[in-house]
């Protein structure tokens, strides 16, 4: 069986509930139950449901939804559970590899037994890892806009996209004007916006946390103007030349602004993966320990997210890294992402490992898209074309990132423990803490990265 493309061990933003996506099954067809992104349902009735492959679902699909031929690229099917993801490839047979669910939660996730035994995936239609930001641009039917939409509504929503609270603000009032209707002073459903607060901001930004360790957190200001700086963005929020019509298709400026704004995210896209790293040493014992994280893996880079925090701690692109991953028996798998930084003003070499059972899984999907960035970027340099009136961003490699001081997006290199070094021909010079390691092969062609081997200077350690 081939290995999934895309897997993570936190629930999604969809996985509400408990779910199966096969409803009954007899000797000649299925009912095979479908979710979207907005949790509805699409009923398919299916004959031979144990050889259907993930492709044939797909088009059955997109005729129920009457979707464009886009939708092929921009949408794949997703097994999903609250325990793992995985995004399957056209050729993959659904019926197959949900009977083999167990299997890959017992390869790919730390999850106790009795939760495996009890897991079951749902068949999600979900947007395509691999569908690059500056295809989706050009896409102007109104139900593919709402999925999308949709898909990345939940993500902000689940903070499985870490925002800053004035980004969580200009979202969320997008989404008040899809929900709501334009802005009107006094009308019912803007004095109801608190009762839902939920549904436009995430939730650490709706708790009106008081006190004195909301206070010491910092977070208990940002709680309170959330409201508030809600109801300013909303009443921003511009109207097209047919706002006054009540059709749906007035919607689609909104969702296309929606999802732009998104692309501002530099993990917007991405498949997300469980894993943990190392905490730096702390106190007089130096004691440490371990701190669960995401690594969001996407076209663009790989972003390794605190799930506590809700913020970046490393963020790389590929061309800024040189990665790896080890097997080792009777030891957790692990993922090495090597990377330029500094010590104390000595340029170094740092690595950071993440421990995971998705360690294979992450390095493969590195690999994959890089391979695909390589090969789609003139493509998409032609195609993409400059600025335009009409909204459009420029090309991947000239979107500017969001560079607000102290943002989440930001990487925290200070929070992470690294081993640090240099290479003095074969052999290795080591920063404290004293760690012996090799490089690795595994990066972009010689000229195509900026990452750099660093030469030693006097005043680090021999080891």
């Given at each position: 069986?081939?290995?999934?493309?895309?897997?993570?061990?936190?629930?999604?933003?969809?996985?509400?509930s408990?779910?199966?996506?096969?409803?009954?099954?007899?000797?000649?067809?299925?009912?095979?139950?479908?979710?979207?992104?907005?949790d509805?349902?699409?009923?398919?009735?299916?004959?031979?449901?144990?050889?259907?492959?993930?492709?044939?679902?797909?088009?059955?699909?997109?005729?129920?939804?009457?979707?464009?031929?886009?939708?092929?690229?921009?949408?794949?099917?997703?097994?999903?559970?609250?325990?793992?993801e995985?995004?399957?490839?056209?050729?993959?047979?659904?019926?197959?590899?949900?009977r083999?669910?167990?299997?890959?939660l017992?390869?790919?996730?730390?999850?106790?037994?009795?939760?495996?035994?009890?897991?079951?995936?749902?068949?999600?239609?979900?947007?395509?890892?691999?569908?690059?930001?500056?295809?989706?641009?050009?896409?102007?039917?109104?139900?593919?806009?709402?999925?999308?939409?949709?898909?990345?509504?939940?993500?902000?929503?689940?903070?499985?996209?870490?925002?800053?609270?004035?980004?969580?603000?200009?979202?969320?009032?997008?989404?008040?004007?899809?929900?709501?209707?334009?802005?009107?002073?006094?009308?019912?459903?803007?004095?109801?916006?608190?009762?839902?607060l939920?549904?436009?901001?995430?939730?650490h930004?709706?708790?009106?946390?008081?006190?004195?360790?909301?206070a010491?957190?910092?977070?208990?200001?940002?709680?309170?103007?959330?409201?508030?700086?809600l109801?300013?963005?909303?009443?921003?929020?511009?109207?097209?030349?047919?706002?006054?019509?009540?059709?749906?298709?007035?919607?689609?400026?909104?969702?296309?602004?929606?999802?732009?704004?998104?692309?501002?995210?530099?993990?917007?896209?991405?498949?997300?993966?469980?894993?943990?790293?190392?905490?730096?040493?702390?106190?007089?014992?130096?004691?440490?320990?371990?701190?669960?994280?995401?690594?969001?893996?996407?076209?663009?880079?790989?972003?390794?997210?605190?799930?506590?925090?809700?913020?970046?701690?490393?963020?790389?692109?590929?061309?800024?890294?040189?990665?790896?991953?080890t097997?080792?028996?009777?030891?957790?798998?692990?993922?090495?992402?090597?990377?330029?930084?500094?010590s104390?003003?000595?340029?170094?070499?740092?690595?950071?490992?993440?421990?995971?059972?998705?360690?294979?899984?992450?390095?493969?999907?590195?690999?994959?898209?890089?391979?695909?960035?390589?090969?789609?970027?003139?493509?998409?340099?032609?195609?993409?074309?400059?600025?335009?009136?009409?909204?459009?961003?420029?090309?991947?490699?000239?979107?500017?990132?969001?560079?607000?001081?102290?943002?989440?997006?930001?990487?925290?290199?200070?929070?992470?423990?690294?081993?640090?070094?240099?290479?003095?021909?074969?052999?290795?010079?080591?920063?404290?803490?004293?760690?012996?390691?090799?490089?690795?092969?595994?990066?972009?062609?010689?000229?195509?990265?900026?990452?750099?081997?660093?030469?030693?200077?006097?005043?680090?350690e021999?080891?």
């Amino acid at each position: 069986m081939d290995g999934p493309e895309g897997s993570t061990g936190q629930p999604g933003p969809a996985d509400r509930s408990h779910r199966s996506s096969v409803s009954s099954v007899g000797a000649r067809a299925a009912d095979v139950l479908v979710y979207l992104a907005d949790d509805s349902m699409v009923p398919l009735a299916v004959e031979n449901l144990p050889s259907l492959s993930a492709h044939e679902l797909h088009r059955a699909i997109r005729e129920v939804l009457q979707l464009p031929d886009i939708a092929l690229d921009a949408f794949a099917l997703w097994l999903v559970s609250p325990l793992l993801e995985v995004q399957l490839k056209p050729k993959h047979q659904p019926y197959k590899l949900g009977r083999q669910w167990q299997e890959l939660l017992l390869r790919f996730t730390d999850a106790p037994d009795d939760d495996v035994a009890m897991d079951e995936p749902s068949l999600q239609f979900r947007r395509n890892v691999f569908f690059p930001k500056w295809r989706e641009l050009q896409i102007h039917d109104k139900e593919v806009l709402r999925l999308l939409y949709e898909e990345a509504k939940g993500n902000v929503l689940a903070a499985r996209y870490p925002c800053d609270v004035e980004d969580c603000e200009a979202l969320g009032a997008l989404v008040c004007r899809v929900q709501l209707g334009p802005y009107q002073p006094g009308q019912p459903a803007v004095c109801a916006l608190r009762e839902k607060l939920d549904s436009f901001l995430p939730a650490h930004l709706c708790k009106r946390g008081h006190g004195l360790f909301a206070a010491l957190r910092g977070r208990g200001a940002k709680a309170g103007m959330g409201e508030q700086g809600l109801l300013n963005a909303y009443r921003r929020v511009q109207e097209g030349a047919n706002s006054d019509s009540e059709c749906e298709a007035s919607l689609s400026p909104h969702y296309r602004a929606y999802l732009l704004k998104c692309h501002e995210l530099p993990f917007y896209g991405c498949a997300f993966f469980h894993g943990e790293i190392d905490k730096p040493a702390q106190g007089f014992l130096h004691r440490g320990g371990r701190k669960p994280v995401s690594v969001a893996i996407s076209l663009d880079g790989v972003h390794v997210i605190d799930c506590r925090e809700k913020h970046v701690l490393l963020g790389l692109r590929f061309q800024e890294l040189s990665w790896d991953h080890t097997s080792p028996e009777e030891e957790e798998p692990v993922l090495w992402l090597e990377f330029d930084g500094d010590s104390e003003g000595t340029p170094v070499n740092k690595l950071l490992k993440v421990y995971s059972k998705q360690a294979e899984l992450m390095s493969s999907l590195i690999e994959y898209c890089i391979e695909l960035s390589q090969a789609a970027e003139p493509a998409a340099s032609h195609e993409a074309g400059p600025t335009s009136a009409s909204g459009s961003l420029p090309p991947p490699h000239q979107r500017p990132q969001l560079r607000r001081q102290g943002s989440v997006v930001c990487s925290r290199i200070q929070h992470l423990s690294t081993i640090d070094y240099v290479e003095e021909g074969e052999t290795i010079k080591r920063v404290k803490p004293k760690r012996s390691t090799s490089f690795f092969s595994r990066q972009l062609s010689l000229g195509q990265g900026s990452y750099t081997v660093v030469q030693p200077a006097d005043s680090l350690e021999q080891g």
